[in-house]
């Protein structure tokens, strides 16, 4: 690819552009891409060499870069001698739990705050960016208290309910800018031809709520899979730790187990990669509609 | 601003439809939104006024202002807010810039972008554990493949203890955080560059601006917005944020790292000392409310929004 399109406006008559300027340029973003991407990815890298070392390799001076031999040995330990695949697990399930409960909820609640007439509308909205003001560590201990109340401690449904909730402000917020982007029009012309308010909804907004929709998980899953004081405060055991807990755990009180950990590592980061993958799209054009009514 | 006509309704009576249908939609949303959250905040708020102790909650009674006077009075607080003050000003500037650049770059058109885009993303949405894990394992004083670079090229003599050096240890946390955050800016932004009409950038070069006086005339007041929510949720998150002190420093060496949601958890968890933890977290929210009320305040005056 030449990126060549890009100046075939017929702009260029006004100033003219020599080439060699041009040429300095794609050069010039080639190295800043490739460096960005060095920068962003190398810790990955490190981490995959690692836990291909067998343990002689990892603790040498001079740092060797590459491995010698390459052992699995890592991974192996990893899925035989320690419960990481139930924390992955736990982890899976706290994730699609919350993010399919809070995408169902913002989506409606955005939906009345988009297309009904709500009293203070302007004061819910700014009340949804309130709620991110408030520290974990302050809500930490009566949420404690609560869970322990009505007996959701280390439990799935515990943990998918308080991130649902603390995830569900930036999601609702998200999602009623995307929703007041969308002409109210539509679902006016719809309802004249029978619709009525779910029907419309369902048939004429979801469709084009889809990019909004992928943006708004996308930030639902994110927050779930990586939240970290809440999960290492209600879960104290094995049944229900999730994966950020669960790394923890395996540093130990004066030995760290690196190749265990950076075995790890690189398959907690794996679905990251897919589910990016899937949605890089449509997570730029769902936050190019919500994200800038600001 | 009436933004429904009459809904035509045949089966129920359309008033009260008007008002049924929307409280029924924002009920789920609402009733979460209070029981875990409001309820546990107006408790949290209550046991800043009492003495409430974990092993014996029955024992707790009003103290009226004790705990803010106690939590004043602890020089540990003033210097986990010096540190905060750091860590939240030079960690959101760093990501704000570096990422307003990456979102530049990634707006032109070159081999394998979509391909980029995912993949550089990929630091924000990694748990914050692994993040720490990771960088603690380059910045091992031993083993640290951070070390070995520097000393190859020649910056560093010999292998440096990054993370347990009080004048490294709060600008590596800072490094890292920015690291994790720029993609988030980046993103924010690039969909917003992604949302500004060709027409106009195309009108202004007519006119005869240059590229960069289309950024800074054209494009920059169009992403005022987005650059200022960005800003803000980035700051709010950032000033909670505690996890790499949590993992890879544990507040220390000294206080050198420790900022206050770092400072609020020790106080409540590590010496029980739960009224005064949670008297320190409500400040601090309380605080960065009112930077942010300032901050809106000042954009407003300016007519940025």
């Known amino acids: ?294 | 601003m009436v933004r429904t006509s009459a809904p035509r309704s045949r089966s129920l009576n359309p008033r009260l439809r008007r008002r049924l249908v929307p409280a029924l939609l924002l009920a789920p949303a609402a009733l979460l939104l209070v029981l875990v959250i409001g309820y546990p905040l107006v408790r949290a708020i209550l046991l800043t006024f009492q003495n409430f102790n974990m092993l014996q909650p029955s024992r707790t009674t009003w103290v009226g202002l004790q705990n803010f006077v106690q939590v004043f009075h602890n020089p540990v607080f003033w210097i986990a807010m010096r540190n905060t003050l750091v860590w939240v000003a030079s960690a959101v500037s760093l990501q704000l810039v570096f990422g307003f650049i990456g979102a530049l770059l990634l707006n032109q058109t070159f081999f394998g972008r979509d391909v980029v885009r995912g993949v550089l993303l990929i630091p924000w949405a990694t748990p914050s554990v692994l993040v720490a894990l990771m960088w603690m394992w380059m910045l091992d004083g031993n083993y640290g493949i951070v070390n070995e670079l520097l000393v190859r090229v020649g910056i560093l003599k010999t292998f440096f203890p990054f993370l347990s050096s009080p004048h490294t240890a709060l600008p590596t946390l800072i490094m890292i955080d920015v690291w994790q955050g720029i993609p988030f800016f980046a993103v924010m932004l690039l969909a917003a560059l992604q949302a500004i009409p060709l027409e106009l950038e195309q009108a202004a070069r007519v006119d005869g601006a240059n590229p960069a006086q289309v950024l800074w005339h054209v494009k920059v007041p169009l992403l005022l917005p987005t650059i200022l929510i960005t800003t803000i949720l980035r700051l709010i998150w950032t000033a909670n944020y505690m996890d790499l002190m949590f993992v890879m420093t544990n507040g220390g060496p000294g206080y050198a790292t420790t900022t206050m949601p770092f400072f609020a958890y020790t106080e409540a968890y590590r010496r029980i000392h739960f009224s005064t933890g949670a008297t320190a977290a409500f400040v601090q929210a309380l605080l960065l409310g009112l930077v942010i009320i300032v901050y809106i305040r000042i954009l407003r005056r300016q007519q940025v929004v």
């Open chain 1, 1 to 294: 690819m030449t990126g060549a399109s890009q100046r075939s406006t017929g702009l260029g008559r006004t100033r003219p552009r020599p080439r060699f300027r041009w040429r300095w340029g794609r050069a010039g973003l080639a190295v800043a891409i490739l460096g960005w991407l060095t920068f962003a990815l190398g810790p990955y890298v490190w981490m995959f060499l690692t836990s291909l070392k067998p343990k002689s390799e990892l603790y040498t001076s001079p740092v060797q870069v590459l491995p010698h031999s390459v052992t699995f040995l890592g991974y192996k330990l990893l899925f035989t001698t320690t419960p990481f695949l139930r924390y992955f697990l736990n982890s899976a399930i706290v994730s699609a739990g919350t993010v399919a409960l809070a995408t169902v909820a913002a989506v409606l609640a955005a939906y009345a705050l988009s297309r009904f007439r709500i009293p203070g509308k302007t004061y819910i909205l700014i009340g949804l960016l309130v709620t991110q003001l408030i520290p974990s560590v302050l809500m930490v201990m009566p949420l404690f208290l609560t869970l322990r109340t009505i007996g959701l401690l280390n439990t799935w449904w515990g943990l998918i309910l308080v991130d649902t909730a603390f995830a569900l402000p930036f999601t609702t917020y998200l999602l009623t800018g995307f929703m007041d982007a969308v002409p109210k029009q539509l679902d006016e012309a719809a309802m004249i031809d029978g619709c009525n308010e779910i029907t419309a909804f369902r048939w004429v907004l979801a469709p084009l709520l889809v990019p909004g929709i992928a943006a708004s998980s996308t930030y639902v899953f994110i927050y779930s899979w990586n939240e970290f004081v809440y999960a290492l405060t209600f879960t104290s055991t094995t049944v229900s730790r999730t994966l950020p807990v669960g790394l923890r755990t395996f540093i130990g009180e004066y030995l760290i187990r690196w190749d265990l950990l950076t075995a790890g590592g690189v398959i907690s980061v794996i679905p990251t990669i897919l589910f990016f993958m899937l949605v890089q799209r449509n997570l730029i054009a769902g936050l190019t509609a919500g994200a800038v009514k600001g």
